[in-house]
């Protein structure tokens, strides 16, 4: 082998083993989460770091983030002076460390020390009641001594009243003790179970978890530079809820919207600029395929036969966090000189704060407008999205064959440019609180109506007049059933009273139901067997109608349901 071929076979091997070398220094770095974004079952999060590089690669491993990270969901980005590239991101696990444990030692001595101390007490409290039932013993002996020694003029007064006295306050100072053991007791007690619930939280994170991602950064031009990561956690969602407030008028209505947070993703939201969207990730973005639809003759699989577990969807990609970076920060305050005024102003309504609305294509975002936090123990956070005064047409409905009151109903109008989610409604008319009903989806423009409680001002009765039966033609069965309605409006303004009564629906052809006498006809009767007579009433105004309900069927048959 010549010189030349030899050295270039030793070169080859050289430089490997030189770059391996090389090893690049890992720099951890602590990262402030700045943006969330909450989604119906999971968030997305944007957490800053700013770093100072120098050129070279850098390895910048940002530590103590949540378990709870979905690791296919981890995007870096980020901008500054530097010249950057990123070169690779890892994600690894690791326990964090153990202290908790010694700590869980020393409570767990504690608890041991106060034990004794019980154990202490109780003793203590077996020789008071030692003391005690000797006294007793001394009052009952003395009892027939006493009674005999008197005739003889022995013991004095003054010596049974001391010896009375001795036993008395002897059994008296005893009782007291024993309430002064007790009582300590409970102290002990109570210090006792806060320990336990102490050792159970330590315990309970020996082996907490967390996650580092570690980020290679090739750095050309030194300078400052804000790392940006984002990812999806799991357990934050948020729902909405609404208060409705019905004008004394009758003619307009508030509606204030909110959202309730809540989370559990294993670290406290501080100061975070928080976004909710109504986009739903977990339906995928796209519709679902159809699989053609076979039939085939049944055939029994033979039980050697193992099927494989279908693998599981993949997860969907997040979204970019882009538009989550910017953090809310408040307005600067400015401030105004103006003459003095003799004057005191009038007082003005507190107003609240609402959300700053985002519409896309397919999902609505709310950006609260300042830092909030949310804690991670699930506890409630609640943020007004907006409040709205729209107006409203109130109707009274009735439904006297269920119940006698009746009851006041409101038809809106959804002006927003976003729908209105499912959620609970706290329903209010002025300042009274009426009691809780659930709102329905409600795109935008679209009407729906709310209940606002009974109202004894205005009334129905409905009254059953008669019931029959009679033979009717070519062999049948007849009954009727008549009923008579009397309405009533005490109001001083005109009202629209809805009363509501239903009609049997026959399932056999052999059955013919028909609805007859009404002298005043429905105004609208439905599919289900609802019937609906619109009454416009004036103020104090009464009116009745009546209806009968006609039900024929063979006459050598039996009829279920009346």
Known sequence: MSFKYLSIVILAFAIPTLCHGATIQKVPVQSRLTGVTVY???????????????????????????????????RVEGSGTARVTIAGIDVKRKFLEQTSEKRGKELENEMRALERK??????????????????????????????????????????LMDAAGFVGSGIAKAEE????????????KEKIDALKRQKNEVTGSL????KTVEITLDVAKEGNFNLNLSGVVSKATWEPAYDVRLAPDGQTAEITFRALVRQQTGEDWNNVALTLSTARPSA?????????????????????????????????????????????????????????????????????????????????????PKPVDVTGDNSQQSS???????????????????????????????????????????IFTGNTFIGTAMMKKVAAGEKYVLPFGSDDQVTVKRE?????????????????????????????????????????????????????????????????????????????????????????YPKDRKISGL
Do not use: C
């Open 40 to 74: 119906q079952d999971r968030a997305q999060t944007v957490r800053t770091a700013s770093l100072n590089l120098k050129p070279g690669t850098h390895l910048i491993a940002v530590e103590g983030l949540p378990v709870l990270l979905q690791d296919d969901s981890i």
């Open 118 to 159: 019980i154990g202490s007490l109780d003793a203590k409290k077996a020789g008071i009641a030692a003391q005690k039932s000797f006294l007793e013993s001394i009052k009952v002996a003395w009892g027939d001594r006493i009674s005999k020694e008197l005739a003889i003029g022995k013991p004095s007064s003054a010596e």
């Open 177 to 188: 003790q024993f309430r002064d053991i007790d009582a300590e007791k409970r102290q002990i």
């Open 207 to 210: 082996r907490k978890e967390a």
């Open 284 to 368: 995928g973005g796209a519709p679902p395929e159809m699989n053609p639809w076979r039939l085939s003759l049944y055939r029994p699989v033979p039980p050697r036969m193992v099927y494989a577990a279908a693998m599981p969807a993949p997860a969907p990609r997040a979204e970019s966090f882009r538009a989550m970076k910017k953090a809310a920060r408040p307005d600067n305050d400015e401030n105004l000189a103006g003459s003095e005024i003799s004057e005191e102003p009038a007082p003005a309504d507190a107003v609240f704060q609402t959300a700053q609305v985002s519409t896309e294509t397919t999902s609505v975002s709310f950006r609260i």
């Open 384 to 426: 007004v999205i907006s409040i709205d005064r729209v107006p409203v047409t109130t109707e009274y409905v009735a439904v006297p064959k269920l119940s006698p009151s009746v009851y006041l109903t409101a038809e809106l109008v959804n002006k927003a440019a976003w729908p209105l989610l499912p959620g609970q409604i706290k």
């Open 464 to 552: 059953e007049k008669k019931q029959h039966k009679e033979g009717g033609m070519f062999g049948s069965s007849r009954m009727g059933y008549l009923y008579k309605v009397e309405a009533n409006n005490f109001r001083k303004e005109p009202q629209t009273l809805t009363v509501k009564d239903q009609i049997p629906l026959a399932g056999d052809n052999e059955i013919k139901v028909s609805l007859e006498e009404a002298l005043l006809k429905p105004t609208e009767k439905k599919d289900d067997g609802t019937v609906l007579w619109k009454l416009k009433m004036a103020p104090g105004e009464k009116k009745e109608f009546s209806y009968e309900i006609l039900v024929e």
